[in-house]
């Protein structure tokens, strides 16, 4: 296996703080199945599955305990949001991990690190590794980072989507779209703070800040919003 690759996967997994008790998991789970077919070794499909049944489990369980008086059509809504394919795809980026992504020549080729099911199947299979290397409280405290602590709610049970809002809201003004601009990310590649600007026809609507560049986006629609609400 690449050792550059590997030496890759411990440095990112210190940078989370993660102790690593048995290294050939953590390999396996970032061998894509066309860098196995290539070489001949165990793909990250078996921890993909056992990461997918995880994820579901521990986002339940959290969005459970979290929000006793949530009704079960509520909590499954919620759920898909967070747990879906390009959700996925966001939270493998924010941890870095398609940077560690062993692939074959042909997948490297076609940008396999940047496509959201792959990124997805590897947050997923990175996951089960993690599981079975330390156990299910450690698997909470990087979901606490990448997903728990940006759910937001609000009492009458629903989950805000303040940029969908602010398109519906200016949709039904005009017919120029938003546009979010990136004003800057500071901080280490494992901490970055995102932070940008929401635009209509030229004006600036609202600024945001957040971990990822979608939440940021949605802090400048909230702001937006807000402005809007109190002219």
């Known amino acids: 296996m690449n050792d550059f690759f590997k030496s890759q996967i411990y440095n990112t997994l210190k940078k989370l703080n993660i102790n690593i008790n048995h290294k050939e998991l953590y390999n396996v789970a970032f061998t894509h199945t066309s860098y196995a077919n290539e070489h001949k070794v165990e793909n990250n499909e078996r921890l ?3 990461g997918d049944a995880i994820l579901d489990f ?3 369980e959290y969005l459970y305990l979290t929000y006793p008086q949530m009704p079960e059509g509520d ?3 919620i759920r898909s949001k967070y747990v879906c394919t390009n959700a996925n795809a966001e939270y493998a980026t924010y941890l870095n991990l398609h ?3 062993m692939l074959g020549k042909g997948e490297r080729e076609q940008g396999g690190e940047y496509k959201p099911t792959v990124l997805a199947d590897l947050f997923e299979a990175f996951l089960g590794a993690m599981y079975l290397d330390s156990g299910i409280d450690n698997v909470r405290k990087i979901l606490n980072l990448v997903i728990f602590s940006k759910i937001e709610y609000i009492g009458n049970g629903y989950f805000v989507d303040y940029k969908s ?3 519906e809201d200016i949709q039904a003004e005009s017919r120029k779209g938003l546009e979010y601009h990136l004003d800057s990310e500071e901080g280490p590649s494992h901490d970055k703070v995102f932070t940008i600007s929401v635009y209509h026809d030229g004006v600036r609507l609202g600024t945001g ?3 990822s560049k ?3 986006e949605q802090a400048a629609a909230k702001e937006a919003l807000r402005k809007k609400v109190t002219k």
């Open 209 to 211: 800040k957040g971990k």
């Open 214 to 216: 979608k939440e940021a």
């Open 99 to 101: 940077e560690c992504l």
């Open 48 to 50: 993909e599955f056992l």
């Open 58 to 60: 521990l986002v339940g």
């Open 165 to 167: 809002k602010l398109q």
């Open 75 to 77: 909590l499954s809504k």
